[in-house]
């Protein structure tokens, strides 16, 4: 894939889609691990500057606020081989949840020495489960979600989905 698009044209690569959730990943953590380095190791002999973005958890289960099982991941070794600490920042109560969820992770990530990596907000919104129809308050819930990440010094927020119409539908 980077050879077909070009060195220098595919910036980041994140492995897995939410392996913290059975219907997404059925593998082990050491095959996601062993999985994680090899892609990093292949990735980065073709281009050097790419990086490689952890498997983004969505947290411990629907409507969680906590983030552990990242921890798993860092504890098996996964740490070692990406640049980035991605998740998936859902929050299907209320916009004011993923502030708790990012103080969680930062607690994970420090608690694993992975502290120091940019974090990476790869997919969010109110979620499937919200059932949040009105438009005003779907308006208000993106501005509050996008201020919360930015005041917990989230580095990159990716919405999802602005044309779906489940999820973050905006239109």
């Known amino acids: 894939l ?61 409507y969680s606020l906590y983030m552990n099982w990242l921890g798993n991941f860092f504890a098996a070794g996964g740490g070692q081989y990406v640049d980035t600490i991605d998740f998936h920042g859902y929050a ?32 969010g919104s109110w979620g499937v489960f919200s059932k949040m129809t009105d438009p005003d308050q779907q308006a208000a819930f993106v501005a509050r979600h996008f201020l919360l990440q930015v005041a917990q010094q989230v580095n990159r927020f990716y919405f999802f989905g602005w044309d779906y119409d489940n999820t973050g539908d905006l239109y």
């Open 2 to 62: 980077i050879k077909h698009a070009g060195v220098g044209k595919i910036k980041y690569l994140e492995i897995w889609n939410e392996p913290n959730i059975t219907t997404e990943w059925t593998g082990t953590l050491a095959q996601l691990v062993r999985m994680t380095k090899d892609a990093s190791t292949v990735a980065k002999a073709i281009d050097a500057n790419i990086r490689i973005g952890s498997p983004p958890e969505t947290g411990d289960g629907k």
């Open 92 to 123: 299907y109560r209320a916009a004011e949840d993923i502030a708790t969820r990012i103080v969680n992770l930062r607690a994970v990530t420090t608690l694993y020495g992975q502290q120091s990596k940019p974090i990476f907000d790869t997919e």
